[in-house]
């Protein structure tokens, strides 16, 4: 009992590391990657029970039931449908023996992560990382937004009776659907954020 106490007095119950960029390749983590598509580990963390792995194109969680159990669930969240926001480090107390990296996956999904302290120089890697796709991925969701408020604005500038043929709605339709896909799914829908981590991230 005294010891379980400790342990988590003293934040060691589940205290995750910075696994190297050379080992990479011995998680778990890393049998889920789309590698077939340019998915890449650009920065992994991993404790007893769970492996936190920053990927190019997303967070993969491998969610352990217990140190004790082999069970682990899979979890992905793309950057491309998954906003990151609230991102902070909070700092280790006098006798902690970690620090946490904390943020918010979608509207509501919280993450704490316990990291050892002595990884506090990685953590702000990461920690500039996040916040960084998470102001991306909100300029980008107000790009969207305008383009679709621009769409409104052109279809009141024109009238249905002003169409000579149908095969010219049929052809103005297509044009314009297409370049409003372009503009919301291609062009303010970021799904690879590579560029953030190489500029971030020193391994």
């Known amino acids: ?77 793309d950057y491309a449908t998954h906003r990151f926001s609230n991102v902070m480090i909070e700092t280790a107390g006098t006798i902690d023996m970690d620090v946490e990296l904390k943020f918010t996956v979608g509207d509501s999904l919280p993450f704490s992560i316990d990291v050892r302290k002595n990884f506090i120089e990685q953590l702000k890697d990461i920690y500039k990382a996040l916040i960084t796709i998470g102001k991306m991925q909100h300029r980008d969701a107000q790009a969207r937004e305008h383009a679709l408020q621009c769409l409104g604005v052109i279809g009141s500038m024109y009238k249905v009776n002003s169409v000579p043929t149908d095969e010219s709605i049929t052809q103005n339709y297509n044009t314009l659907l297409n370049a409003v896909n372009t503009t919301v799914l291609d062009r303010f829908h970021r799904r690879d954020f590579s560029a953030v981590f190489e500029r971030y991230i020193h391994a």
Do not use: Q
């Not at 400790?6 to 910075?18: F, K, M, N, P």
């Not at 983590?29 to 963390?45: N, W």
């Open 1 to 77: 009992m005294f010891k379980k106490f400790a342990s988590e007095a003293l934040g060691l119950s589940d205290i995750g590391v910075i696994v190297p960029p050379s080992e990479f390749n011995k998680v778990d983590a890393d049998d889920y990657l789309f590698s077939e598509d340019g998915e890449k580990i650009f920065f992994l963390i991993k404790s007893k029970k769970d492996e936190y792995c920053f990927t190019n194109f997303g967070l993969i969680h491998v969610d352990g039931d217990s140190a004790i159990s082999s069970k682990r669930s899979i979890k992905r969240y």
